[in-house]
């Protein structure tokens, strides 16, 4: 079970990333073009991305243990978490404020909306930074084997 968890999180990662910066590129046409369909895709999207986001956070939590026996500094992994929670946070408060103003914006909330949500996929870009430092840098969820002798009477 914790293998498959293991490659759960990285496959669930990508959803929020992509789900989140497109809602705040739509929400950005949106302030351009003034297009009612933008602005409800834009909210869609950030439902879907925070639920992905859900997932990838709790997937995350789940094989936490795994990296940190497999020799990760837990200080690291704490540090893509930390970033991935604030990223979680700031972006469930700009839905809570979503649904509070029933997706409609005057110019002075939607300028705030739009710098909050910049802020946003900063900080969402600083978790996908560490968490891929944590895999290619000190090879967080990659299977070690032992290296293949080379064939004899080959080349070195």
Same mark, same amino acid.
């Given at each position: 079970?914790? %293998?498959?968890?293991?490659?759960?999180?990285?496959?669930?990662?990508?959803?929020?990333?992509?789900?989140?910066? $497109?809602?705040?590129?739509?929400?950005?046409?949106? =302030?351009?073009?003034?297009?009612?369909?933008?602005?409800?895709?834009?909210?869609?999207?950030?439902?879907? #991305?925070?639920?992905?986001?859900? #997932?990838?956070?709790?997937?995350?939590?789940?094989?936490?243990?795994? =990296?940190?026996?497999? /020799?990760?500094?837990?200080?690291?992994?704490?540090?893509?978490?930390?970033?991935?929670?604030?990223?979680?946070?700031? &972006?469930? =408060?700009?839905?809570?404020? %979503?649904? &509070?103003? %029933?997706? %409609? &914006?005057?110019?002075?909330?939607? $300028?705030?909306?739009?710098?909050?949500?910049?802020?946003?996929?900063? $900080?969402?870009?600083?978790? /996908?930074? &560490?968490? #891929?430092?944590?895999?290619?840098?000190?090879?967080?969820?990659?299977?070690? $084997? =032992?290296?293949?002798?080379?064939?004899?009477?080959?080349?070195?």
């Amino acid at each position: 079970m914790d %293998r498959l968890l293991q490659h759960l999180h990285p496959m669930l990662v990508h959803f929020p990333i992509a789900l989140l910066m $497109t809602s705040v590129l739509f929400d950005a046409a949106c =302030a351009i073009f003034k297009r009612d369909s933008l602005r409800e895709g834009a909210l869609w999207l950030l439902i879907l #991305g925070l639920l992905g986001g859900i #997932g990838s956070v709790w997937s995350g939590f789940q094989v936490e243990d795994l =990296a940190e026996k497999a /020799g990760i500094a837990e200080s690291l992994i704490e540090r893509h978490e930390t970033w991935a929670l604030v990223t979680m946070g700031l &972006f469930a =408060a700009l839905l809570a404020g %979503r649904l &509070f103003l %029933r997706n %409609r &914006f005057g110019p002075a909330t939607l $300028t705030v909306y739009l710098v909050l949500a910049v802020v946003g996929v900063g $900080t969402l870009s600083v978790a /996908g930074y &560490f968490g #891929g430092n944590l895999v290619y840098e000190h090879g967080a969820g990659v299977l070690h $084997t =032992a290296p293949i002798a080379p064939l004899a009477g080959s080349a070195q």
